[in-house]
Structure formats: structure tokens, C-alpha cells
């Protein structure tokens, strides 16, 4: 009896999270490419010429198509009917284009080229756009920002189209076993990318003392190569899957519009699709500034140019640490004998506190960001898990909008009193930014797992499309909305190290505030409705 249930690649715990381990390591690329130009705002100020609402604009590019052409809704689509692994391998190829046509865009190449000359010619007046106010550009946008618009544009509709295909893949391979573990973990994992960008992305632009943007994105393009092989080698171990259980990845009944009325009237359903739009608006839009945010607020002397801190080799042995920090805490979570589990999450800590002096002694605001994702590396697992044993995901979204809350209004008006306080301010923004992190790993812990209790199985890939959808109108409309309200608070600021960020901070920090009352709407109605969003994953 047991060697007839142990006999698919679903079955087998490795092959489970071997396949989680490649859809991570996909998701991991295409997280460091989205931040790729992140940390390095300031350099495409004084090398492309980019102010704050240039920079926004593009930022926000990256969801335009799947909002306004409604891409990821015909996404969805493609996943129900063709599949995880189509899909996958699909998405990882449209993302690598889109990182190409941006690598050119902001490349010395593109300087001087005809291209520049049409893109600075065209394109500032888009029809309809431009009267509804939500075109992706306008008169006298940089050339460089408009054409790298139009590959960011590409890469987002691939990077979405990932996501929603990584949800599915992680429902399928782990449905009725540790699923919010294994999308907790697979978050986890994909938001090292930030950590990592945060730290290589400057690395790269300064390598040799010569100054060159291209060189960070073309670091991303290679990263998105090997997210396509990771895909690609996702393809056969799915379609082993699939052959062993005889599930076919076309659907026998095909899509139907009318299938969407199954999603579109489930109440639960929208107070979860804007809680993600309100909670993802609060978080990922303020990534693309949060270096510049602490260039603005911290006390930052930069070490002496002879010094260790100062050396190329800091970078190589930060990260090791940051790794360190990462695995350790991540595997202690795994560990049965107590002696094991402490003596990891010891390690884990202690590397951490080494990362932060590292960070301090660099004078950096980029690796001082860089430890926004560690905490949650660490606890994202236990909440999965606890998820899957305990429930209370409803609750979590309450907590963790609590958390953002208080983030947001301490970067707004707490670091900002500590300017010219070096150890104060950076001690407050390092707790700040862990904190801010342990509050994001509440969100795939609780929420992605959450949604096939509100939908049929059948069109799950629909409703993550359509979540994903509502999430990105947010994405869209935040990045563009900082950049034109940090211009508009600084008038005639050209230092790009003195704005003054307390407006656009309090504005993230009322996302937090609406987040809050949904959440707790959203505990009621499924107290009322039985929605089952407050019971554990697996039936004991």
C-alpha cells in the first residue's frame, strides 16, 4: 500500500521542493532585475539625466501593459489552458527580451543613435493617455527613460505572468500537504534578490572607479538568462508529473469567460485583491526609493578610499555574510533536535549583527537596505507553517499592516529627527527596515494560500491573474505618484541626496491605514461566511 501512494515526483519531498528550489531561483532573477536601478537612482540623475519624475514614470512602466492592455488577465488565461510549465518557460523568455531592450537603453550605445533621436521626437503625446493622465510618457521625458519604459513594460508583463505561474505551480505540486510553508519559503528565498541587487546593483555601476549604469542592468540580463534554464528545467520534471498521474496540462472542459462569475462574485475574493493592492502598493513602489530615502535621512561619511571598507572585497564578503544570515535562519526552521534548531538561528543572528556593522562601516545607504528582506527569510517559514498546522491567515493580514503602518511614519518623521545623529539614525533604520521586512513575509504566508479557498480549483490561474491585475494598478500608479510628489515638495532641489521625503512616506503610511480596516472586514466576513481563511491548511 505504501509503495502505491509513493510513486510520483509529487509524492517524493525532494522532487516537491526541488521544484519549488527552481521556480524560486527564477523568481529570485526577476526580483534582482526589477530593483536593478533602484539603488542607483542618483546615478541615473547625474549620468542619464533622470529627475524624480522621469525615474518614476519609467519604474511604473513596468505593470502599464498588464493594466491598461490587460495582459495579465490574458495571462491568466494562457495558464489555465496551456498550463504550469508552458507558462513558466513562456514568461522567462518575455522577461528576458524586455531586460535586453532596457540593457540597450540605458547602454552607451543608445547615446547618439538614431533610436534616441526618434524616441526623443515621438512619443510625447499619446492619444486618450495623455487626457486620462495615465500615459507611460510625456514631453520631454529623457530618450533613455522612454525606450527603457518600453522594455521594462515588456519584462513586467513576463515577471507577472511568473508570478501568478509560480503560485499555481507551488498549488499544484503541494496542495493538501505544506503549501503556505512552500510559498512562504519560495518568497523567502525571491526577496534575497532584493538584498542582492541592493548590494551588486552599485557594485556593478562603480566597477574600476568608472562610471557606468549599463553595466548593473547588463549583471540582470545575465541573471534573467539563467531564470529561462531554470524554467526550462522546471518544463521536464513537470511534464515527468504529469505523465505519472496522467493529469494533462490542457484543460479537458476549455476556458470560458462566463467562468469568471465564479471569481468576480465572491466577496472574499475582492477583499483579498485589495488587500494585495493595498499592501503591495505600500511596499514595492517604496523599494525603488528606499536607498534614496536613506541617502536623504542618514549621517553618511564615506570611508577613506584606501581602506578595507572602501575595497572592492567588502562587497564579496558582505554578501557571503548576508548568505549566511540567510541560510541559517531559513534551515533552523527545519531542525528537529532543539540543540540544532538554536544553534543555527545563534548563527543566523550573529551573522546578521556582523552584516549591520559591515553596512555602518561602509557608510552605505544601499547595504544599510540591503538587510529589508533577512528578517523575513528567517520568520516567513514559521509562519507558513504555522499557517498550515494553526491558521489565523486573516488575522496575520491585520498584524502586518499594523507593522507597515509603523514603518512608514517612523522612515517619515522618526530617522528624519536623527540627521546627523550617524549611529542613532542608522540604528533606527536598520530595526525599521527588518521590521518593515518581518511585516511583508506575513502577506505569501497567509494570503497566496488563501485564495483556493475562495475559488474553484479550476480557475485558480484566473484569480491570481485577476489579483495580480488589481495588484499592478497600484504598482502602476505609486512609483509615478512619489517621483511627481517628491518633485513637487522639493522644487529646486538638484542635490538628489536632500529631499525631503516625509510626504511621499505618509502617503504609503495611509495604504497601511486602509489595509488595516479591510483586513479587519475581511476577518468578519469569514467569520460570517465560513470562507475558512482563519483554518489551518492541513487537516489534522
Not at 326 to 344: I, T
Request: hydrophobic share 55%; with cysteine; glycine share 8%.
Amino acid at each position: 500500500m505504501t509503495q502505491a501512494i509513493q510513486k510520483t515526483l509529487r509524492d517524493s519531498a525532494a522532487m516537491r521542493w526541488t521544484a519549488l528550489l527552481l521556480l524560486a531561483l527564477a523568481m529570485f532573477c526577476s526580483y534582482i532585475f526589477m530593483d536593478i536601478l533602484s539603488p542607483i537612482k542618483d546615478l541615473m540623475l547625474s549620468e542619464r539625466g533622470w529627475d524624480s519624475t522621469a525615474f518614476g514614470t519609467m519604474q511604473g512602466s513596468e505593470v502599464f501593459l498588464n493594466v491598461f492592455a490587460f495582459f495579465l488577465i490574458f495571462a491568466g488565461i494562457i495558464l489555465d489552458k496551456m498550463g504550469v510549465r508552458f507558462t513558466a518557460v513562456l514568461s522567462a523568455a518575455v522577461m528576458l527580451v524586455g531586460a535586453i531592450v532596457k540593457w540597450y537603453a540605458v547602454s552607451d550605445a543608445f547615446i547618439g543613435s538614431s533610436l534616441e533621436t526618434w524616441f526623443t521626437n515621438n512619443l510625447n503625446y499619446i492619444p486618450v493617455f495623455d487626457e486620462l493622465g495615465v500615459s507611460p510618457f510625456y514631453e520631454g521625458m529623457p530618450a533613455s527613460a522612454k525606450f527603457a519604459a518600453c522594455g521594462f513594460m515588456i519584462f513586467g508583463c513576463g515577471c507577472e505572468m511568473a508570478g501568478i505561474t509560480v503560485s499555481r505551480g507551488i498549488v499544484k505540486w503541494f496542495k493538501g500537504r505544506e503549501m503556505a510553508l512552500a510559498m512562504g519559503s519560495e518568497m523567502a528565498l525571491a526577496r534575497l534578490g532584493v538584498a542582492t541587487v541592493m548590494i551588486f546593483s552599485p557594485f556593478f555601476a562603480r566597477l574600476g572607479g568608472v562610471v557606468s549604469v549599463s553595466r548593473s542592468v547588463a549583471f540582470g540580463v545575465v541573471l534573467m538568462c539563467i531564470a529561462l534554464i531554470m524554467t526550462i528545467v522546471y518544463f521536464f520534471m513537470d511534464r515527468k508529473l504529469d505523465s505519472q498521474t496522467g493529469e494533462a496540462e490542457e484543460k479537458d472542459d476549455p476556458f470560458k469567460i462566463s467562468d469568471l462569475g465564479q471569481i468576480l462574485t465572491s466577496s472574499g475574493f475582492w477583499l483579498v485583491a485589495l488587500l494585495c493592492v493595498l499592501y503591495y502598493s505600500a511596499i514595492f513602489p517604496f523599494q525603488k526609493y528606499a536607498v534614496n530615502m536613506l541617502q536623504c535621512n542618514l549621517t553618511l561619511t564615506a570611508p577613506a578610499a584606501d581602506s578595507f571598507w572602501a575595497s572592492q572585497s567588502v562587497t564579496y564578503v558582505q554578501y557571503v555574510i548576508m548568505l549566511i544570515v540567510a541560510a541559517a535562519g531559513f534551515a533552523s526552521n527545519f531542525q528537529k533536535k532543539a540543540s540544532s534548531k538554536y544553534g543555527l538561528l545563534g548563527l543566523s543572528i550573529a551573522a546578521l549583527v556582523a552584516y549591520c556593522y559591515m553596512g555602518y562601516m561602509r557608510q552605505s545607504a544601499e547595504t544599510v537596505f540591503a538587510v529589508f528582506p533577512l528578517l523575513a527569510v528567517l520568520i516567513t517559514p514559521i509562519l507558513g507553517s504555522y499557517v498550515d498546522h494553526k491558521g489565523k491567515a486573516a488575522s496575520m493580514l491585520v498584524l502586518g499592516s499594523v507593522l507597515l503602518i509603523a514603518c512608514h511614519l517612523t522612515f517619515a518623521f522618526v530617522l528624519p529627527a536623527f540627521k546627523g545623529n550617524a549611529i542613532g539614525g542608522i540604528c533606527v533604520a536598520y530595526l525599521t527596515i527588518l521590521v518593515l521586512g518581518a511585516s511583508f513575509s506575513l502577506v505569501p504566508a497567509s494570503l497566496w494560500p488563501s485564495v483556493p479557498k475562495l475559488v474553484d480549483a479550476k480557475v485558480i490561474g484566473s484569480a491570481y491573474a485577476l489579483i495580480f491585475w488589481i495588484q499592478n494598478i497600484g504598482l502602476w500608479l505609486f512609483p509615478l505618484l512619489i517621483g511627481k510628489v517628491l518633485d513637487k515638495t522639493n522644487p529646486g532641489v538638484t542635490d538628489p541626496t536632500q529631499y525631503n521625503y516625509t510626504a511621499p512616506l505618509v502617503m504609503l503610511a495611509c495604504l497601511g491605514v486602509a489595509a488595516l480596516l479591510l483586513g479587519l472586514v475581511l476577518k468578519v466576513v469569514d467569520r460570517k461566511k465560513g470562507l475558512g481563511l482563519e483554518e489551518p491548511n492541513i487537516k489534522e
